[in-house]
C-alpha cells in the first residue's frame, strides 16, 4: 500500500520460477525449455502441480505438439487434451500456457512454420555448398571421347575417373586420360560463387525471425565498437521484454489466485543486462543521486555491492534555483547559481 516493494522469500511460487520448478529440472533447464517450445512451436504448455491446500508444489513441462487445445460447448471453458501414451484431459486450472504471435489470443502462431520458405532457401545453400566443397570447390565437367563407349567402358571411365578425382582430398591430382579422351570444365561465373554471401544474408534473415541482431549470431560486417552496445540493448528492448511480458503475465494468470494477484506478481530482473558501460554508468548513476531518486546503497546494489551503514539516506544537490526566486535583500531576480 505504500508503494515498496520486496521478494516474496516466503511464496511456494517464488521457489518454483526462480530455483526448482519440480524435482528433476532447475531452473534454467525449465526456462530453455520453455523458450525453446515458444520460438520453435509457438506455445508452451506446463502442468501445474499443486498440495491439498491449493498450494504450488512443481510445473511440468508438456510437449506442445502434443497438445490439442480446444473450447467446451457444455462450458465454453478451454480443454486441453494431451496426446501421449492415450489422451489426457488437462483442467484449465492445472495448465500454465504461454502463447505466441497468435490470431486468436490463444494458440500462437509457430515461427518456423511461418518463415518455412526463408529457412528452406537456408537449407537448400548449405547442401548446395556441401555439394560443391565435396567436388573441391570446383564445378562439374565432361569427359569427351571420340566415338561412342559401350555400356561397361562408360561405366569404367565414370567410376574410374570419379575415385581418382571427386572429393576434396583429391583435389588436384594429376589426371591420366587414355585414347584421346579429353577434360572440358564447366565455367562458374563469379556471381553463381557469391552463394556464400547468400548463405550469410540467410543467416541474418533467420535471426531477424527471432528478433536477434546480426552481432549475435557471428554477422560482424557492419558492427563497430561503439554501435554493439546499443544493439543488445535494443535486444533486450525489442526482443527480449516482450516474451518475458507474456511470461510474467501468464504467471500472474495461471499461477496466482485471485487473492494473490492483489499483493503479489512475477517480474524479471533486465538491469544487468541495460548496463552500459562504465562511463555510461557512472554518469546516470551520478544525475539520479543528485535528484535524490537512489541513495548510495541503491547504487551499491545494482553493482553488486554490500550495502553501508548510513547509506539508504537520499540527498539532493541545493546549487541551483528557479528563476523567480530573488536573492535576498535585493529584490531583483536571479539565475539561481550557487543560490538556494
Do not use: C
Not at 525449455?33 to 506455445?43: D, E, F, I, P
Not at 512454420?113 to 547442401?127: D, K, V
Not at 561503439?226 to 526482443?239: A, D, L
Amino acid at each position: 500500500s505504500d508503494g515498496k516493494r520486496e521478494v516474496a522469500t516466503g511464496h511456494p511460487l517464488q521457489m518454483l520460477v526462480h530455483d526448482l520448478p519440480n524435482e528433476e529440472m532447475t531452473s534454467i533447464d525449465f526456462r530453455t525449455q520453455l523458450m525453446a517450445s515458444l520460438l520453435l512451436r509457438g506455445n508452451a504448455f506446463s502442468e501445474v502441480e499443486r498440495d491439498r491446500a491449493g498450494r504450488l508444489r512443481a510445473a511440468w513441462p508438456l510437449n506442445p505438439d502434443k497438445m490439442h487445445v480446444a473450447r467446451s460447448d457444455r462450458t465454453n471453458r478451454l480443454v486441453f487434451e494431451y496426446h501421449d501414451k492415450g489422451i489426457q484431459t488437462i483442467p484449465a486450472a492445472r495448465m500454465w500456457r504461454i502463447a505466441g504471435l497468435s490470431t486468436n489470443g490463444i494458440i500462437g502462431l509457430s515461427p518456423i512454420s511461418q518463415a518455412r520458405e526463408g529457412i528452406g532457401l537456408a537449407l537448400a545453400l548449405e547442401e548446395h555448398g556441401a555439394r560443391l566443397f565435396s567436388n573441391g570447390a570446383r564445378p562439374g565437367g565432361t569427359l569427351e571421347v571420340d566415338g561412342k563407349l559401350s555400356d561397361e567402358a562408360y561405366d569404367r571411365l565414370r567410376i574410374s575417373w570419379n575415385n581418382r578425382h571427386q572429393g576434396g582430398a583429391n583435389a588436384h591430382r594429376t589426371a591420366i586420360l587414355e585414347e584421346g579422351t579429353k577434360w572440358k570444365q564447366i565455367g562458374m561465373s563469379a556471381e553463381d560463387a557469391q552463394f556464400l554471401e547468400t548463405r550469410k544474408y540467410q543467416r541474418s534473415e533467420i535471426a531477424a525471425i527471432f528478433g536477434v541482431p546480426p552481432h549475435m549470431v557471428g554477422d560482424l560486417d557492419k558492427a563497430t565498437f561503439s554501435n554493439i552496445e546499443h544493439q543488445s540493448i535494443q535486444f533486450v528492448v525489442y526482443s527480449l521484454l516482450p516474451w518475458l511480458k507474456r511470461i510474467e503475465q501468464s504467471i500472474f494468470r495461471d499461477l496466482l489466485s485471485p487473492m494473490e494477484r492483489q499483493e503479489y506478481y512475477a517480474e524479471h530482473s533486465v538491469e544487468g543486462l541495460l548496463r552500459g558501460d562504465a562511463k555510461a554508468r557512472s554518469e546516470f548513476y551520478k544525475n539520479l543521486f543528485n535528484v535524490g531518486a537512489l541513495s548510495i546503497n541503491d547504487l551499491r546494489r545494482l553493482e553488486n555491492m554490500n550495502s553501508i551503514e548510513g547509506g539508504d539516506e537520499h540527498w539532493l544537490q541545493l546549487n541551483t534555483a528557479p528563476i523567480t526566486v530573488p536573492r535576498t535583500g535585493t529584490g531583483k531576480t536571479t539565475t539561481g547559481e550557487n543560490n538556494a
